[in-house]
């Protein structure tokens, strides 16, 4: 079926919006110049960027584009919609910068879409700081001198009080303004596109702020098939992923954290901050602040390596760290391979570093190295640029095992281990093989592809109780992936699940939906006894599909959304290779899998995970020297214009 046939009757607003800060100029494009397979979201910007940014740049150049983007569910009823995308090259990213992706909850995307754009191309650079003010159709830069400086909170409190209430902000804080390789781009109070540095990516460019407003709505084909699919799947229901996880927890208030969702994810608590105001919870790995028997540290010991327990602070202190490193623009993160480093170095006796004084269990202390960071002052002006890099500026200068230790931490091209079995989640075969292979090919950590089968609750389930989860994944499986071994704990035959994850999570950011409720491969259990008892546990999979045909007309398969989705993931791919990205670079992550998992003490050697990458380049269609896509493949997802230069990479690669 030819999808340009068919009549689009709503989900998007028509208009893009273009900035060039170097000249001041905006203009619009009509976003119909990339449907349909430029959904929105995600696959809307692998097609603008592989188109517009230049290939070898820094991500400070002024050349570099910021995109951010909504989906054509956006600004509906769709429950969990109102994500919002963004993407540009990553200065975090080691050992170069590469095209990476980021989506934060909120209500940002939703106002844009109501403002007339559907989304925003930014690039060039400002001579001084601006701040970008869309409002009912209209875009103008304004000078930001006096936000220049402020913290997210207080910036975002004065736009507020100068264009209303029900105005959105996306901003920086500090450390987006000082360049720090971490600084996220921050929302609401605790909203943020956190991992890949994107907010020092703003700072370069002296862009402070956007603002959004406006009361134009979202144009709806189908206004009753939406409210039927809304009313079907319920309010305050626990999302699949955690509704065993927190059975008996779900009349407990919790944060909503994007417009439009209906469910309880129960990943967050309020909190009080120590000046008494009330403050999003946070959970993150081990250092999670629940509830006072829910705190608890982080260990890690196996193959020679070492992570030493971090300590949690008590909970007031917790909430107010939480809400300073999102008022500073930092990805809280940091602290998950920060501070137990520091640790390991205060046990091998090493109480400062070039000067500075460490004392990474002292709350105090923790909240001045926090200060330090966001300004590059002190101790942290040598951890501004993470702690990847600073391991190749203290080698030689520090034990070899705390410098392993770091780079261990931030095994994955600079981002922090997670969802990897090892250092922070309980992940038994086979879903740390799975996650292993969205390490080796994603641009960035993979966490949130992981959430998206349902895999947090699945490996929880197989740790409960294995011989009765194995007979039901096989089920599952069976229905889902055609193949009742896809879940079974062995190494063979997971790179189709592994694809399937991105694809289908490629198709989450692009409508967008949330990855903790979507794809509902098992629908929600709400206690171990419905689990133990239930002969089905698969849950709705095409819920996507009819949310996108109620809203926009458009009637898609699985398979032609998918389609999309491939198309998107490859072009992400070439702009890899554009950056060096190859097999070589892949195959440095196997010692990190030598390490046995935390869970079930699994591991594989670098042989075995030599042979994972083969069955996953190969299912991918790509070659197996690189790992890039091959000219037959890139011809069946309609992208043969890339061959040339594709080919052209690959004789400059193969060059001694």
Same mark, same amino acid.
């Given at each position: 079926?030819?999808?340009?046939?068919?009549?689009?009757?709503?989900?998007?607003?028509?208009?893009?919006?273009?900035?060039?800060?170097?000249?001041?100029? +905006?203009?619009?494009?009509?976003?119909?110049?990339?449907?349909?397979?430029?959904?929105?979201?995600?696959?809307?910007?692998?097609?603008?960027?592989?188109?517009?940014?230049?290939?070898?740049?820094?991500?400070?150049?002024?050349?570099?584009?910021?995109? @951010?983007?909504?989906?054509?569910?956006?600004?509906?009823?769709?429950?969990?919609?109102?994500?919002?995308?963004?993407?540009?090259?990553?200065?975090?990213?080691?050992?170069?910068?590469?095209?990476?992706?980021?989506?934060?909850?909120?209500?940002?995307?939703?106002?844009?879409?109501?403002?007339?754009?559907?989304? +925003?191309?930014?690039?060039?650079?400002?001579?001084?700081?601006?701040?970008?003010?869309?409002?009912?159709?209209?875009?103008?830069?304004?000078?930001?001198?006096?936000?220049?400086?402020?913290?997210?909170?207080?910036?975002?409190?004065?736009?507020?009080?100068?264009?209303?209430?029900?105005?959105? @902000?996306?901003? +920086?804080?500090?450390?987006?303004?000082?360049?720090?390789?971490?600084?996220?781009?921050?929302?609401?109070?605790?909203?943020?596109?956190?991992?890949?540095?994107?907010?020092?990516?703003?700072?370069?460019?002296?862009?402070?702020?956007?603002?959004?407003?406006?009361?134009?709505?979202?144009?709806?084909?189908?206004?009753?098939?939406?409210?039927?699919?809304?009313?079907?799947?319920?309010?305050?229901?626990?999302?699949?992923?955690?509704?065993?996880?927190?059975?008996?927890?779900?009349?407990?208030?919790?944060?909503?954290?994007?417009?439009?969702?209906?469910?309880?994810?129960?990943?967050?608590?309020?909190?009080?901050?120590? /000046?008494?105001?009330?403050?999003?919870?946070?959970? @993150?790995?081990?250092?999670?602040?629940?509830?006072?028997?829910?705190?608890?540290?982080?260990?890690?010991?196996?193959?020679?390596?070492?992570?030493?327990?971090?300590?949690?602070?008590?909970?007031?202190?917790?909430?107010?760290?939480?809400?300073?490193?999102?008022?500073?623009?930092?990805?809280?993160?940091?602290?998950?391979?920060?501070?137990?480093?520091?640790?390991?170095?205060?046990?091998?006796?090493?109480?400062?570093?070039?000067?500075?004084?460490?004392?990474?269990?002292?709350?105090?202390?923790?909240?001045?190295?926090?200060?330090?960071?966001?300004?590059?002052?002190?101790?942290?002006?040598?951890?501004?640029?993470?702690?990847?890099?600073?391991?190749?500026?203290?080698?030689?200068?520090?034990?070899? /095992?705390?410098?392993?230790?770091?780079?261990?931490?931030?095994?994955?091209?600079?981002?922090?281990?997670?969802?990897?079995?090892?250092?922070?989640?309980?992940?038994?075969?086979?879903?740390?093989?799975?996650?292993?292979?969205?390490?080796?090919?994603?641009?960035?950590?993979?966490?949130?592809?992981?959430?998206?089968?349902?895999?947090?609750?699945?490996?929880?389930?197989?740790?409960?109780?294995?011989?009765?989860?194995?007979?039901?994944?096989?089920?599952?499986?069976?229905?889902?992936?055609?193949?009742?071994?896809?879940?079974?704990?062995?190494?063979?035959?997971?790179?189709?699940?592994?694809?399937?994850?991105?694809?289908?999570?490629?198709?989450?950011?692009?409508?967008?939906?949330?990855?903790?409720?979507?794809?509902?491969?098992?629908?929600?259990?709400?206690?171990?006894?419905?689990?133990?008892?239930?002969?089905?546990?698969?849950?709705?999979?095409?819920? /996507?599909?009819?949310?996108?045909?109620? @809203?926009?007309?458009?009637?898609?398969?699985?398979?032609?959304?998918?389609?999309?989705?491939?198309?998107?993931?490859?072009?992400?791919?070439?702009?890899?290779?554009?950056?060096?990205?190859?097999?070589?670079?892949?195959?440095?992550?196997?010692?990190?899998?030598?390490?046995?998992?935390?869970?079930?003490?699994?591991?594989?050697?670098?042989?075995?995970?030599?042979?994972?990458? /083969?069955?996953?380049?190969?299912?991918?269609?790509?070659?197996?020297?690189?790992?890039?896509?091959?000219?037959?493949?890139?011809?069946?997802?309609?992208?043969?214009?890339?061959?040339?230069?594709?080919?052209?990479?690959?004789?400059?690669?193969?060059?001694?």
């Amino acid at each position: 079926m030819d999808n340009r046939s068919q009549t689009i009757t709503g989900g998007w607003v028509g208009k893009i919006l273009e900035v060039d800060l170097s000249t001041g100029q +905006i203009r619009t494009r009509p976003t119909s110049r990339y449907l349909p397979q430029g959904l929105g979201g995600r696959t809307l910007a692998a097609h603008i960027a592989w188109e517009e940014i230049p290939p070898g740049i820094d991500p400070f150049d002024p050349s570099n584009r910021i995109i @951010v983007a909504t989906g054509p569910l956006t600004g509906t009823l769709s429950p969990t919609s109102g994500r919002t995308f963004m993407s540009t090259l990553s200065p975090r990213i080691y050992p170069r910068p590469w095209y990476t992706h980021s989506t934060l909850g909120g209500w940002f995307g939703p106002a844009l879409k109501y403002a007339g754009f559907d989304a +925003i191309i930014i690039h060039g650079k400002a001579a001084e700081p601006v701040y970008l003010h869309i409002r009912e159709g209209q875009a103008e830069l304004r000078p930001a001198g006096e936000l220049w400086g402020m913290d997210t909170r207080q910036a975002q409190l004065w736009l507020k009080q100068q264009f209303g209430s029900r105005t959105q @902000v996306l901003v +920086i804080g500090p450390a987006g303004e000082r360049l720090v390789r971490f600084a996220t781009v921050q929302h609401a109070e605790e909203n943020a596109a956190g991992h890949s540095g994107f907010g020092a990516v703003w700072g370069s460019k002296n862009l402070k702020a956007i603002t959004a407003y406006g009361t134009a709505g979202v144009p709806v084909a189908d206004p009753q098939a939406l409210w039927e699919e809304v009313r079907r799947l319920g309010t305050y229901r626990p999302s699949p992923n955690h509704s065993i996880l927190y059975a008996g927890q779900l009349e407990r208030k919790k944060p909503v954290c994007s417009q439009s969702c209906t469910f309880n994810c129960v990943v967050a608590n309020f909190g009080q901050a120590e /000046d008494g105001r009330t403050v999003p919870g946070l959970c @993150v790995g081990g250092l999670a602040w629940i509830s006072e028997t829910e705190m608890k540290g982080t260990r890690y010991q196996g193959g020679g390596m070492e992570v030493p327990e971090s300590q949690n602070f008590e909970l007031r202190k917790e909430a107010t760290l939480a809400d300073r490193c999102n008022a500073l623009g930092l990805d809280v993160w940091f602290r998950l391979v920060m501070q137990p480093w520091l640790i390991a170095c205060q046990q091998h006796g090493i109480h400062a570093l070039r000067g500075h004084p460490i004392d990474p269990n002292n709350p105090a202390w923790f909240e001045g190295f926090m200060h330090g960071l966001a300004y590059r002052q002190g101790l942290g002006a040598l951890f501004a640029d993470d702690l990847r890099r600073l391991m190749d500026e203290l080698e030689g200068e520090l034990p070899d /095992d705390l410098i392993a230790l770091g780079r261990e931490l931030e095994f994955g091209f600079g981002f922090p281990a997670h969802r990897e079995g090892r250092f922070w989640d309980e992940e038994p075969l086979p879903f740390w093989v799975i996650s292993a292979m969205m390490h080796a090919s994603e641009s960035r950590d993979p966490t949130i592809g992981t959430h998206s089968a349902s895999l947090l609750l699945a490996d929880f389930l197989l740790l409960a109780d294995r011989d009765l989860a194995l007979r039901k994944f096989r089920t599952l499986s069976e229905k889902v992936w055609n193949d009742p071994e896809a879940l079974e704990p062995t190494f063979e035959n997971k790179a189709p699940l592994a694809i399937w994850n991105q694809d289908q999570h490629i198709v989450i950011d692009s409508l967008p939906l949330c990855d903790f409720a979507f794809p509902q491969v098992m629908r929600p259990i709400g206690s171990l006894e419905e689990w133990q008892q239930a002969e089905d546990i698969s849950g709705d999979l095409d819920y /996507d599909l009819r949310l996108l045909k109620a @809203v926009t007309g458009l009637v898609l398969s699985r398979q032609e959304l998918t389609h999309y989705a491939r198309r998107a993931f490859t072009l992400e791919r070439l702009m890899l290779a554009r950056a060096g990205r190859a097999r070589p670079m892949e195959e440095g992550l196997a010692p990190h899998f030598k390490l046995p998992c935390r869970a079930d003490g699994t591991l594989i050697e670098p042989e075995g995970f030599s042979h994972l990458l /083969d069955e996953y380049y190969i299912a991918r269609g790509w070659d197996l020297e690189l790992g890039w896509p091959k000219p037959e493949t890139l011809q069946e997802l309609g992208l043969a214009e890339a061959i040339p230069e594709l080919e052209r990479l690959r004789e400059k690669e193969r060059k001694p």
